[in-house]
């Protein structure tokens, strides 16, 4: 489940060459969740978005706007397999 706010952080990661680590540390979470916040499958808050905005040199509402963005978008249900019915 990827998201614009995930790929951004991504991005501002690689180009500054900063560990997940130091960053989860930075904002009070551990490397594990830090990576699922990358990969879209959590939301930072938003006090932990301003922390990665100053890390990263980034204007604050950058960021808060990707997050709202995402927050907005519209879930797709997941596709489900039809099994024929068995006599």
Not at 18 to 28: H, P, R, Y
Request: hydrophobic content about 35%; some cysteine; charged content about 30%.
């Amino acid at each position: 489940a990827e998201s614009r706010l995930a790929n951004r952080l991504c991005q501002l990661r690689t180009e500054k060459r900063i560990q997940q680590k130091i960053l989860a540390q930075a904002i009070g979470i551990n490397a594990p969740r830090y990576s699922r916040i990358e990969k879209g499958e959590r939301r930072p808050r938003p006090e932990q978005l301003d922390i990665l905005a100053d890390v990263f040199g980034v204007d604050q509402k950058e960021l808060q706007s990707l997050l709202v963005a995402t927050n907005s978008l519209i879930r797709q249900p997941m596709c489900q397999r039809i099994l024929p019915n068995k006599l």
